[in-house]
């Protein structure tokens, strides 16, 4: 395993991070059990998980995932083996908190209580804010984003979540926080607060990353290497659709896509052709699809960690041997050739 710095901390995480989002849903806790104990022994102390998780999210399952990984530690009593990132959900879902769900003060310390106590814990070391309150262009809405916000008033917000930040991390209750979902904007504006005000630097941004989805670069990813506040990136396989199981309208049963109740902004002729595109470079190169793609993203010197998901051992053993695979130029000049063809599938 590969080993990157967490922003300026003294934390290594390795280069692959463990998703776990489906456990509670697509995975029992059996199965979950089963992910950690082998990602551990491989080397992976990167462990990435949200309040929200099972997904797709309900009421029913929120919370499910979190309380898996707290029966693993308390099981194996091996807490301080792990570097545990999980999130305050931001606002939108009704049923969270009644649905005044605003990051700020109040909810942040019932989210992280609610945490703590499901991951039987006494501390997360990353606590992040996994989508802002204003919004942003990120779980489809690149096409039509038009930020609308009173930047002095967000200012404000930001301020007040860094002092109640700071008080968590003086309780020992997180060691870290970092952002997701963010844009360049709300990133610049969270470090130089904290600069500004000397409150907790954020130490990550969690976006979107694959071959598919690109929008990290090239500003946010400048941010990244300039100010060490590298990217953990989520999705690096957008979804699996990079596997090609999806291809001409495939519904695997039991697959993620399949199971989605919600509308599903990754499909339609330009995403297949763009994943048939790369999925040809992979073949052509004698390279496994995933492992090429992951490899990819394993290559950005912006990325601190890629968060792979699994809902099977095979797939995760694939997942986590991507971290071997070096990527020759003449598979690079192709990855870019299809890039220019399909600059922006979603």
């Known amino acids: ?3 990157r710095q967490l922003g300026t901390t003294d934390l290594n995480v390795s280069l692959i991070g463990l998703g776990t989002m489906t456990w509670g849903w697509q995975n029992t806790q059996a199965e979950g059990f ?23 999210p309900t009421p029913e399952r929120f919370g499910t995932t979190e309380t898996i990984i707290g029966h693993w530690f308390a099981a194996r009593k091996n807490r301080d083996q792990v570097i545990l990132a999980s999130k305050i959900t931001g606002p939108g879902l009704d049923w969270v908190r009644g649905g005044d769900n ?15 106590k499901r991951l039987q814990t006494d501390y997360i070391d990353v606590y992040q804010l996994h989508w802002p309150n204003r919004g942003a262009y990120h779980f489809g809405k690149t096409w039509d984003f038009a930020p ?24 020992g209750k997180i060691r870290h926080f970092g952002l997701s979902n963010e844009t360049a904007w709300g990133l610049m504006q969270y470090l130089q607060l904290a600069k500004d005000h000397n409150l907790p630097r954020a130490v990550s941004i969690q976006n979107e990353y694959s071959l598919l989805c690109r929008h990290f670069e090239p500003d946010l990813a400048e941010i990244a290497l ?25 519904k695997p049963a039991g697959a993620r896509l399949t199971l989605e109740t919600r509308p599903e902004h990754r499909t339609g002729k330009t995403v297949d052709d763009a994943a048939a595109a790369y999925i040809a470079i992979a073949k052509r190169h004698g390279l ?14 912006f990325v601190t960690s890629n968060l792979i998901g699994a ?9 986590i041997d991507s971290v071997d695979l070096k990527l020759m130029p003449e598979v690079l000049a192709d990855i870019a050739q299809a890039r220019r063809e399909f600059a922006q599938p979603y």
Request: with cysteine; glycine share 6%.
């Open 148 to 171: 609308d916000f009173d930047a002095v008033a967000e200012r404000e917000n930001f301020l007040e979540v860094l002092n109640t930040l700071q008080g968590f991390i003086e309780q």
């Open 311 to 319: 809902t099977t051992m095979a797939q995760l053993k694939s997942n």
């Open 226 to 250: 300039s100010e060490q506040c590298g990217l953990l990136a989520w999705s690096p396989l957008a979804r699996g659709i990079l596997s090609g199981k999806y291809l001409n309208g495939a």
């Open 34 to 56: 089963e992910q950690m104990d082998y990602a551990l022994a491989q080397g992976v102390n990167f462990f990435d998980t949200a309040e929200m998780y099972a997904i797709p």
């Open 1 to 3: 395993m590969q080993y």
């Open 288 to 301: 496994d699809p995933c492992q090429m793609a992951l490899a990819f993203v394993n290559a950005q010197r």
């Open 102 to 116: 605003h990051i700020n003060k109040k909810n942040l310390t019932l989210a992280l209580e609610g945490s703590l």
